[in-house]
């Protein structure tokens, strides 16, 4: 019973330009949301967060978005660099981590 | 400092044998988690520790699969009789405190693959 949901597997976008990535998941119970960034043959790094009470953060380069009705999350990077390219999990707590089954994002210089 | 440190990284073992991971936690860190990474899914939960507190195994897919944290410190994760469905990349990591304020810290992961 996979809990959170990443639909696309991958994206490709052209350096420069704006990468969205999307997150749905199924348990009303989830209270936080995190995103991770996973290169090959290394373990995920955290990249961003979102408390439920929120539905926007920033940091820099990165924005998560969380829509509590529609329990969707998106991280969007802009401007896409090619050192982004990467495989991006969206994780939700409750407390246990919950993780998607990623989407690898590939930046075309 | 050091990060989450996992051996061996890469393991290639006989179907029906028994294989040892091992996972040394941030030092401090009270959370200890084990995941794994079958190929094109995503992280499935195993098990976590969290200080003296009895772990929670929910995610542990069968009883052929155990873990133990020794002083709170460095974990085992051990698979018996392997399958070859075993095959993946289990994660471990850590955090300062369980929770959701708290991100986890992963290591590299160990490679299994059961021939």
């Known amino acids: 019973d996979q809990q959170v949901k990443q639909n696309s597997p991958s994206l490709s976008v052209q350096e420069g330009r704006i990468s969205i990535l999307n997150c749905d998941y199924t348990?009303?119970?989830?209270?936080?949301f995190l995103w991770y960034k996973k290169y090959p043959a290394e373990g995920p790094t955290f990249l961003i967060s979102i408390s439920s009470i929120k539905d926007k953060n920033e940091d820099g380069r990165f924005t998560v978005f969380l829509n509590k009705s529609a329990k969707h999350l998106s991280l969007h990077i802009v401007p896409s660099q090619p050192g982004d390219s990467a495989v991006y999990f969206c994780a939700a707590t409750r407390p246990n981590l919950f993780f998607g089954t990623g989407t690898r994002l590939t930046v075309i210089p | 400092g050091a990060g989450v440190s996992q051996s061996p990284s890469n393991k290639v073992t006989e179907k029906g044998k028994d294989v040892e991971l091992r996972c040394d936690p941030i030092s401090g860190h009270t959370a200890l988690y084990w995941y794994r990474q079958s190929l094109g899914q995503g992280l499935e939960f195993l098990i976590y520790f969290q200080g003296n507190s009895a772990p929670d195994k929910s995610g542990l897919p069968s009883d052929r699969f155990s873990a133990e944290r020794t002083g709170g410190s460095v974990s085992t994760l051990t698979i018996q009789r392997t399958q070859q469905e075993d095959s993946a990349v289990y994660l471990c990591a850590s955090s300062a405190r369980q929770g959701k304020n708290s991100p986890l810290h992963f290591g590299n992961g160990t490679r299994l693959t059961v021939t």
């Open positions: 348990n009303s119970m989830f209270d936080y």
